[in-house]
């Protein structure tokens, strides 16, 4: 099966004369198991699906199948509209695009309604782009990101207190966000073959987010792990406040380090640092 639907996506770049261009970190997926699973993953039926980086259309065209409302297909790559436009005549009322780059849209002010992302982001954006959505003032109007990433950018994500990989990454995302691994995927799934291995996840926001805000929350945490060798105490001392001070009244003890912290410890923190930057 993986080697016919490999033929058929081959086929599709050469018959529009298309190759992967390095610049927008293009890796096409070709596995349509692999496709299926993702789709599966994103409970796309009835909803609003936003599709980052549609490309050749494979998975475009098997999240059309399982009746979403719609599809939003937001491409950088002007290549693709022959194929695009055909999945528009073939799925008219169900599917629409524009020719984007995805860091430069609004998303908010593009979906009316409440909206499901499904995509295998490229490498070089996918940091940035699921920080944006992470951050963005709650309730949020995204439902659920489902995406195919870098897996040693997963493996941050999913990171556990205390392990070698739990960073900033691991801290904000579990903030404000459920996430879960939907499965790994090896290069030989897409064309041209990544370097890497890539990880299937899904996110769902929190939306009960009070405080604190994202800016002091984001400051502290990346003071702690900045230096993450050092104590809080004297990590946290760059922001120049007393950091023992602020471990303290935290509850939490100055001589830890910032990869021994909870999610409600760098909340505490980030409250209190709140209420001190208030006081001076």
Known sequence: MGSRVNETLGKTLLDNNISAKKRFGQNFLHDKNIIKQIVKASNSKNKNILEVGPGPGLMTKILLDEKPKNVLAIETDESFLPILNKIKEDYPLKFNFIIQDILKVNLDDLMKDSYSIVSNLPYNISVPFITSLIEKNQPVKWEALTLTVQKEVADRMLAEVNSKQYGRLSVLIKWRAYIEKI??????????????????????????????????????????????????????????????????????????????????????????????????
């Open 183 to 280: 499965c790994d995927i090896k290069p030989t799934c897409f064309i041209p073959e990544p370097k890497v291995m890539s990880t299937v996840i899904k996110i769902r926001p929190k939306n009960n987010i009070v405080k604190p805000s994202v800016v002091n929350f984001k400051k502290i945490v990346s003071a702690a792990f900045g230096f993450r060798r050092k104590t809080l105490k004297k990590s946290l001392g760059q922001l120049g406040i007393d950091g023992e001070e602020l471990a303290k009244k935290a509850g939490i003890d100055p001589k830890l380090r910032a990869q021994n912290l909870t999610i409600d410890d760098f909340c505490n923190l980030s409250d209190v640092y709140e209420k001190l930057k208030v006081i001076q």
